[in-house]
């Protein structure tokens, strides 16, 4: 379309060499003290990045800046990069799906009307991760959910719960859950349990088919009421299975579990005719559970009994290419225009890569949640395989070689743009282990400085950036005097696994980088979308009218 054409910038040229992007996932810029991963790695790249003058800022990265419902969300990184791809800030899934509850939008719908053909006779399920953290779902909009159908006419009730202690803090589940009982308990007129569980890194809530056994375990559980333990109540299987209080299993990897009756009957394995409702809005950790029930041939793993007349529904469309599920509760957020459609139009070629933890966010979150190329003869994306394994075990994890492909892809001269994202900060920092986090930071670092020789070998242009923060804050602490909370059991300070609401550098560069060209210092409030415009003038052109400002200007 004759729109899509970007005009050349006026004052700063197309690049000799190629435009690179590199994300830093979960390195955020946040008080500085030993318990701040990013600031105690030995990190010499970006120390001097950060020097250069005018040449560094930092950008909002939480909060209503990305969409998120209330300045005390932190960011995420479905949010993150679809901000940063897009340009734009747009509701985002948690708002979506508070709008639509309280308008009462949710209930009119086809998903609703689908899933209420199973309140009179049948149970509706719910599966979900069990927390407050507003990343993949939220507490009270499960509650919100399981109210309406109540008061809709649901008799039985059943919830799967999936453990948090990721975007929530480790060991928080146990409130959780007791909350959750204590509600299910409260509705008039149904009979409402929860029914099995397990923790969200062990059962269930996979990504990117890093490994489909995860699924299988939930599936077992939830569906067949098959798992390695059995309980009569779920506050008792979540304190019993973290173990020993000095040395927990954390609640991202409980085992699984089923709830069962006097007689050791299960009370809510999924059968013919019953409701199922995925309650997260996040789509990466539900699309591979989401195949397990849309689909009727579905052959990665044996599912053993398939239930018939199944009204399956997610919160949330998935995945908008494959219309999956074909049925859900709330439209998922629309954005359109997105960089890499308008690049592929420009004739712009690029280069996208990851390893498998992080290959969806800078491809379909990046390209506004949609999968494949938008034109593949111009687009390469490429995924590096995660190892399987709790990462503060391997805090490396593939950045050497996410490096190596970056650097194949700049010397090529095929690509005018190559963006490449680090998941170490991030997938090491929900561990809580300060020390791998440390390590985590200073291999990102390393691979940086690898990065920018060869940018400057062939005279391009570079910006790093992330999408939230995550390692630079590794201790919970209290509000007012940011001194860390003090375990009572372990009597060490204790741990953070979430992201931060920091704010994220920005560091541009390179040596093909005219000189007059800075950030500018007149948006003091700028935000990752800031950077979608920002990187479109590196490459020479300007940016469409609709996104966000520029972080750069030619002086
Ligand atoms: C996860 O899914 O791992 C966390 O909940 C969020 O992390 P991400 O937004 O960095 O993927
Ligand atoms: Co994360």
């Known amino acids: 379309a004759p729109s899509m054409q970007l005009a050349p910038h006026p004052s700063i040229p197309k690049p000799e060499g190629p435009v690179m992007v590199c994300i830093l996932d979960g390195w955020g810029v946040n008080v500085e003290d030993k318990y701040n991963a990013v600031f105690s790695a030995d990190t010499p790249t970006t120390d001097a990045l950060r020097a250069v003058p005018r040449r560094y800022r930092s950008v909002k990265a939480h909060g209503t800046a990305v969409g998120l419902p209330s300045d005390a969300d932190m960011g995420n990184s479905e949010v993150g990069h679809n901000a940063l791809g897009s340009g734009q800030v747009v509701d985002q899934g948690a708002r979506l799906v508070d709008m639509a509850l309280e308008s009462g939008k949710m209930f009119e719908g086809a998903g609703w009307k689908l899933i209420s053909g199973a309140f009179a006779d049948h149970t509706v399920h719910f599966i979900g991760l069990l927390s407050d953290g507003g990343v993949h779902s939220r507490f009270n909009q499960l509650i919100g959910c399981i109210k309406g159908a109540v008061e809709r006419g649901a008799k039985r009730i059943r919830v799967h719960i999936l453990t948090d202690g990721r975007d929530v803090p480790d060991g928080s589940s146990a409130a959780f859950v007791a909350q959750l009982q204590e509600d299910l308990a409260g509705l008039k007129g149904c009979d409402a349990k929860i029914a099995s569980g397990g923790g969200r890194m062990n059962i269930t809530m996979d990504r990117y088919e890093a490994d489909w056994s995860m699924v299988k375990r939930g599936w077992d559980a939830h569906v067949l009421g098959k798992a390695p333990h059995t309980f009569k109540d779920a506050l008792t299987a979540v304190k019993t299975l973290r173990g020993d209080p000095e040395n927990p299993i954390s609640d991202q990897y409980l085992p699984a579990f089923v709830i069962v009756d006097d007689d050791g009957k299960p009370v809510g394995t999924i059968e013919d005719g019953d409701a199922v409702v995925l309650f997260n809005f996040r789509a990466d950790r539900m699309v591979e559970m989401s195949k397990a029930f849309e689909y009727p041939d579905f052959d990665i793993f044996d599912r053993v009994r398939y239930p018939a007349d199944l009204k399956f529904v997610g919160m949330m469309q998935y995945d908008g290419d494959l219309l999956l599920p074909k049925t859900y509760l709330v439209p998922p957020p629309e954005i359109k225009g997105v960089s890499g459609e308008y690049l592929v139009k420009n004739g712009i070629t690029t280069f996208a890569c990851s390893e498998t933890q992080k ?155 005219p000189a007059n060209v800075v950030l500018r210092d007149d948006l003091p409030d700028a935000g990752l979308a800031n950077i979608t415009a920002t990187y479109i003038n590196l490459l020479g052109l300007q940016a469409p009218e609709k996104y966000k400002p520029s972080l750069i200007v030619a002086e």
């Not at 990102?444 to 790093?464: P, W």
């Open 359 to 513: 290959f969806g966010h800078v491809t379909f979150f990046w390209n506004g949640n949609r999968s494949g190329y938008f034109d593949s003869s111009k687009e390469t994306y490429l995924e590096i395989p995660s190892d399987n394994c709790p990462f503060n075990e391997k805090p490396d994890m593939k950045a050497v070689e996410i490096m190596e492909a970056g650097r194949e892809a700049l010397r090529s001269g095929k690509y005018q743009m190559v963006r490449l994202n680090f998941a170490n900060p991030d997938m090491v920092g929900h561990t809580g282990d300060l020390n791998a986090s440390i390590r985590a930071c200073a291999v990102v670092d390393e691979c940086v400085a690898e990065l920018i020789k060869v940018v400057d070998e062939v005279n391009g242009r570079f910006l790093v950036t992330s999408d939230h923060g995550n390692s630079d804050d590794m201790v919970q602490r209290e509000k007012k005097t940011l001194k860390p909370l003090i375990d009572k059991d372990t009597g060490k300070p204790m741990p953070l696994t979430s992201h931060t609401l920091a704010p994220v550098p920005v560091y541009i560069g390179g040596k093909g980088l």
